[in-house]
């Protein structure tokens, strides 16, 4: 749709006295203006729309209700899961230089009206790299529940099935709605899309494909905060990296943050009699997931005991089982 058949919708609803349909179409306009490279407008329109919505005070502080999600539909339907998530950073246990990172992230977009005033944007598109487990996705799904975001996981079987006919559609149809509706965008497994142009099973399709990513990623200026996550950087087109405003690596988990994930999972347990010493040398090199799922184990052979406390032999056995199982 032009700007000049949006006007016309416009004033049509607005005579219909058709509320909901005025913003809707309100913010296909103000997704248009993105498109076409209008950014200090787009993002006008958005926040008089947020503001007509009774919500432009509140979003993205501590405190506000969730940002209203609009669940995706038809073709959308097929590439986008969308949920809100009730995870917050508080309960990841994560190194402190890691847990700064992320913070800065969350201080920014809270704060990101102070950085626009002067001319400044906010961290938004963020690139999540590291070993399967170490948190990446969790990370997605804790600062989306930080700043009251619905989270929009991005369904690979839908979006690739597409492309591989019609390239740059399905990408176009998800750009759109991160330009429409504020919301966290997740891209797991990205190198399924991100790969090397030049690598040596390369597809000119897929080429393709990632041209369009990097297209509308390069162009994209809406509210939305945009996170990849990717097991494999070294797989990655070196042109990606300098289109996210961050590149945060993940690794696995030290003893410190090993112990801390043990004892989070175990709060309702007694832990006096565990020999950390043994327990965490046995979890070395085991994921942050995997961790926690021995825990978990552990925690059920002693509910089922009867017992109110863990033992050693307990947590040794559950981390050698996920040892055996991963590595």
Same mark, same amino acid.
């Given at each position: ?60 502080? *501590? ?50 009206? *102070? ?92 080429? *393709? ?55 989070? *999972? ?62």
């Amino acid at each position: 749709m032009t700007t000049a058949r949006h006007i016309v919708a416009l004033l049509q609803s607005h005579i219909d006295g058709d509320a909901d349909r005025f913003l809707s179409v309100a913010t296909q306009l103000a997704a248009h203006e993105a498109r076409q490279g209008h950014g200090k407008l787009a993002q006008e329109l958005r926040e008089l729309i947020d503001a007509a919505k009774g919500r432009g005070a509140t979003v993205g502080r *501590r405190g506000a209700g969730p940002v209203p999600m609009a669940q995706p539909k038809g073709e959308l339907a097929g590439l986008l899961d969308a949920q809100y998530s009730d995870i917050r950073l508080s309960s990841m246990v994560l190194k402190p230089e890691l847990a700064e990172r992320l913070g800065r992230v969350l201080t920014e977009q809270r704060q990101q009206a *102070r950085l626009r005033a002067r001319g400044l944007a906010p961290r938004r598109k963020l690139l999540l790299v590291g070993p399967p487990g170490a948190g990446k996705t969790m990370t997605a799904a804790a600062l989306a529940g930080e700043l009251k975001l619905p989270l929009f996981t991005v369904l690979y079987d839908g979006l690739i099935g597409k492309l591989m006919g019609e390239t740059a559609k399905g990408l176009r149809l998800v750009f759109d709605a991160i330009a429409m509706q504020r919301g966290v965008y997740f891209f797991d497994e990205f190198d399924a899309i991100g790969g090397q142009r030049s690598g040596q099973n390369d597809v000119g399709e897929i080429r *393709r494909v990632l041209n369009s990513f990097l297209q509308f990623l390069e162009k994209d200026g809406g509210p939305s905060l945009i996170i990849a996550a990717t097991n494999h950087p070294e797989l990655l087109d070196k042109a990606l990296y300098r289109r996210f405003d961050d590149v945060i690596t993940y690794d696995l988990p030290d003893p410190a943050v090993a112990q801390g994930i043990l004892e989070a *999972r175990l709060a309702t347990f007694d832990l006096k009699a565990i020999d950390w010493a043994q327990v965490l040398a046995t979890a070395a090199h085991l994921s942050q997931a995997e961790v926690a799922r021995a825990a978990d184990e552990a925690a059920k052979v002693a509910v089922l005991a009867g017992h109110d406390g863990v033992t050693t032999s307990t947590l040794l056995t559950a981390l050698n089982e996920r040892r055996a199982a991963v590595l």
